[in-house]
């Protein structure tokens, strides 16, 4: 018997129902695998909200980490007992669910199942978009948005490990030692510092080359202001609403930039690229040079509770489920 979240309908986080199932033994291709801790991330929300639609009724959550209990027909690269993390497909909020065997990535030893539901989606997300999608170079100064957040702090961390300069925006000062600990190198008050014309000051009036803004529609306008001629804006986040109404000319206006609203399960796609965008992140968390912060972790059926906290602006670093 499992137990799982399940949504009949969009909504606040009161959506959030529970159901017990029996599972199955694993069909061809699949894995049983038991749940030890599930990573909360924001998409997550996206999906509850229907901001991201959904088959209803659905599940929620996309990564965790656990053991496998039973494996499937023509299943070989895994073996009952392995400690296993994938993210995606969407069901992650359960005590144990049958999936694909082609989703799972094996933990190395050095790697805690806590760190991997931690750090897996949020690694391979600073992965794929600092050295795929920006490729952004040694000795550049990169502007960072939420760098207190789970996926911010990784970032700065990726960064600062291949040698760049980082400015970093939060939304409240108790948050401003959370990014200092990441490495930040000048840390901005959204609220409070004109963002643009900190980063013009910072960087002698050339603005930054890339911008990573997971925020969203309130950090939109700075972040165009904020970017060097020609420079690109990686907008992957919604925290405060989604981007709307852009014309093109404003790109234009702001220098010829550019602007790319990537997802990982776009650079995620053969095995080839997610052995070699998987390996790369457990390698910096072996090096140390990755220090996941777990800011905060409720049992798996306080879900509701815990999308509040992470709407409202009230974590930081990574937020586990705990079945």
């Known amino acids: 018997m499992a137990r799982m979240a399940r949504i009949e309908r969009t909504g606040g986080p009161e959506v959030i129902g529970w159901a017990d199932v029996d599972l199955p ?47 499937g027909e023509g299943v070989d690269r895994f073996a009952a007992g392995d400690r296993v993390a994938l993210f995606g497909p969407i069901g992650a909020y359960a005590t144990a669910r049958n999936v694909p065997a082609a989703s799972l990535f094996k933990l190395p030893d050095g790697v805690e199942e806590s760190t991997a539901a931690a750090t897996l989606l949020k690694g391979c997300t600073a992965e794929f978009m600092v050295e795929r999608v920006a490729r952004v170079q040694p000795g550049a100064t990169v502007l960072v948005h939420a760098a207190a957040g789970g996926v911010g702090q990784l970032l700065i961390q990726w960064l600062k490990a291949i040698g760049v300069t980082v400015i970093g925006t939060v939304g409240r000062a108790e948050k401003v030692a959370v990014a200092q600990a990441a490495g930040a190198d000048h840390i901005l008050l959204s609220g409070e510092d004109d963002i643009a014309a900190r980063v013009r000051e910072i960087t002698g009036g050339e603005g930054v080359p890339v911008v990573f803004d997971g925020v969203g529609a309130a950090t939109w306008e700075a972040s165009l202001k904020s970017c060097a001629r020609r420079g690109l804006v990686v907008s ?35 095995p080839q ?4 965008g998987a390996a790369r992140l457990f390698d910096l968390l072996a090096s140390g040079k990755l220090r996941p912060e777990i800011g905060r972790r409720f049992a798996l059926e306080d879900a509701a509770q815990a999308h509040r906290a992470l709407e409202a602006g009230d974590t930081t670093g990574s937020t586990l489920l705990i079945p």
């Open 25 to 71: 033994d694993p069909g061809p291709g699949e894995v049983r695998m038991r749940n030890t801790a599930i990573g909360l991330n924001f998409i997550d929300t996206y999906h509850r909200s229907g901001l991201y639609k959904v088959a209803l009724p659905s599940g929620l959550g996309v990564e965790a980490a656990g053991v496998v209990e039973a494996v």
């Open 236 to 270: 992957y986040g919604n925290a405060s609403g989604p981007v709307e109404g852009v014309k093109l000319a404003t790109l234009n206006d702001h220098g010829s930039l550019f602007v790319t609203r990537p997802k990982l399960f776009d650079y995620y796609v053969t």
């Open 273 to 276: 690229e997610r052995a070699a």
